[in-house]
């Protein structure tokens, strides 16, 4: 069985933690900052600037594991090893997944906050 | 006791991470403050005070090492504890940070109960230095005051008598001394009383019974008068039994004492009647060195009540000069332990220089004999000289 998009014991225990306002407004910086730094791995990765690409992707994962969105984090942190380890080359489409990943995610926090 | 809620500093680029942390820490009744880089974190730890520093390690520009580097490289920021916020795959960078002088680390994502405890070891830690920092600056503002009342009880200034120069100078080993100085005029512009004394131990303890000797001998010897002791031998003797017997027999069981040379000088004829109560031997110089030592003439002052001290009398011819002194000068010891010696103090001693720059000559050739050693005793000179 495939992971769920969003762990939702981690992110009901966060909703408990934070309150079910803040959480929102949690939810929100992510989907606020998150495309931004999606957006800095490509010219990044043409760039061979291993260090942007490693610290966007480091951020998305960091921010993936507090929301429980295991993909994400797994995804995420793949390429921040790729990057850490100088292989690049090998990042292929994992990009393209990854902006996929995080448009489901998204969607699950929005619903999960309306 | 109210506690104050600590001023904490929250540094993350990361947004989420930066509200996360900023609100699990409001949660636990802390004032937090927060920076998105390294920059601006040091900007902010350099205008206001903070009891504790949650710092991320990957940031853009500068960081995590960067700003920690920077703050214990601060005098001021150093002692502020930080915690690194790290994920579980960075284990090696926060030992790199503990190493480099932070306090711990916090694996990300973090766990409150986790947070909380850490939080709290080190937030103990920094009250407990705060306190120690206060307690230490309030010793120290107290021991300012001491060895400012302390000084007062020096004379402001030294009798100048025609014909005489009389020069004095203390160097404390502490912030105060159990060694003093005193002169004054007895009779107006002819008979002059100076003392030099020692008391045993340094630090607090002798700087009080400093200022009791000192007091008891100024008062029995001015007061000798009133009492009808006139003749100065009777003077010098009178006032050094009294100050003996009182210390002995009201503070005898603190063991205190001092070792006091005590002199009444008639500047008229260089007649001196002096008692020695176990003090280093005064020397008198002439154009050929040393020619005399004035020994001692009793015990010192404060251990047996009742017991006798003889009193002396010899003339300080023109052109001889009195050296006294205490054994911080002629114990002196240098980095190797080596004491500085009467001999080579002695051998410095020439009637020929002004009173003053022999004691600044004797002063710095104690000085370089010193050098990076500890001086561990107060190191008093007495010189007073006859022009020939």
């Known amino acids: 069985m495939a992971a769920p998009v969003i762990d939702r014991a981690v992110f009901d225990n966060l909703k408990e933690m934070m309150g079910a306002d803040y959480i929102v407004e949690l939810v929100n910086a992510f989907l606020e900052e998150a495309p931004t730094l999606i957006a800095q791995l490509r010219p990044a990765l043409e760039a061979k600037d291993a260090d942007t690409f490693r610290r966007a992707a480091h951020s998305v994962k960091s921010n993936a594991s507090t929301f429980g969105a295991t993909n994400l984090f797994e995804q995420a942190r793949e390429l921040e090893f790729m990057a850490r380890e100088n292989r690049l080359g090998e990042v292929g489409n994992r990009i393209e997944i990854l902006e996929e990943t995080y448009r489901r995610a998204a969607g699950v926090l929005k619903d999960l906050c309306a | ?388």
Request: with cysteine; aromatic share 6%.
């Open chain 2, 1 to 388: 006791m109210t506690l104050q809620p600590d001023r904490l500093l929250v540094v993350d680029d990361n947004k989420v991470n930066r509200m996360l942390l900023v609100r699990s820490l409001e949660q636990q009744g802390h004032h937090v403050a927060a920076a998105v880089n390294g920059r601006e974190a040091l900007d902010l730890l350099r205008a206001d005070p903070f009891d504790l520093v949650l710092l991320d390690i990957e940031m853009p520009e500068m960081d995590g090492y960067q700003v920690l580097s920077a703050m214990k490289q601060d005098l001021k920021l150093r002692h502020i504890p930080v915690i690194m916020v790290t994920s579980v795959e960075e284990i090696e960078s926060a030992i790199r940070c503990i190493e480099m002088g932070a306090e711990d680390y916090l694996p990300k994502p973090f766990n409150p109960v986790l947070l909380r405890a850490r939080l709290n070891a080190s937030l103990e830690k920094k009250h407990l230095r705060d306190k120690e920092q206060l307690y230490l600056k309030s010793l120290e503002r107290e021991l300012e005051i001491g060895r400012e009342i302390q000084a007062s009880f020096l004379p402001t200034s030294l009798p100048q008598a025609p014909g005489w120069e009389i020069a004095a100078s203390l160097k404390s080993a502490k912030e105060v001394a159990g060694d003093f100085y005193d002169a004054f005029y007895i009779e107006p512009e002819r008979k002059i009383c100076f003392v030099i004394a020692d008391v045993c131990d340094k630090g607090v303890g002798a700087a009080l019974f400093m200022t009791l000797f000192r007091s008891l001998l100024r008062f029995t010897i001015s007061a000798a008068d009133v009492f009808g002791e006139r003749s100065p031998d009777a003077t010098v003797k009178y006032a050094i039994t009294l100050t003996n017997n009182y210390i002995a027999s009201t503070h005898g069981e603190t063991g205190m004492f001092a070792t006091i040379f005590v002199g009444m000088l008639d500047t008229a004829t260089g007649i001196l009647h002096y008692v020695n109560a176990g003090h280093e031997s005064p020397l008198i110089v002439n154009s050929s060195g040393v020619s005399r030592s004035l020994d001692r003439t009793g015990p010192a002052a404060g251990i047996i009540a009742g017991v006798e001290f003889e009193v002396q009398e010899i003339q300080i011819r023109p052109g001889e000069l009195l050296f006294a002194y205490t054994d911080g000068a002629s114990d002196a010891l240098n980095s190797s332990d080596e004491p500085f010696g009467r001999n080579r103090l002695a051998a410095l001693l020439k009637n020929s220089a002004p009173a003053e720059m022999l004691l600044y000559e004797v002063s710095i050739q104690l000085e370089s004999h010193i050098a990076e050693a500890d001086q561990f005793d107060d190191i008093t000179l007495v010189a007073i000289r006859r022009a020939g």
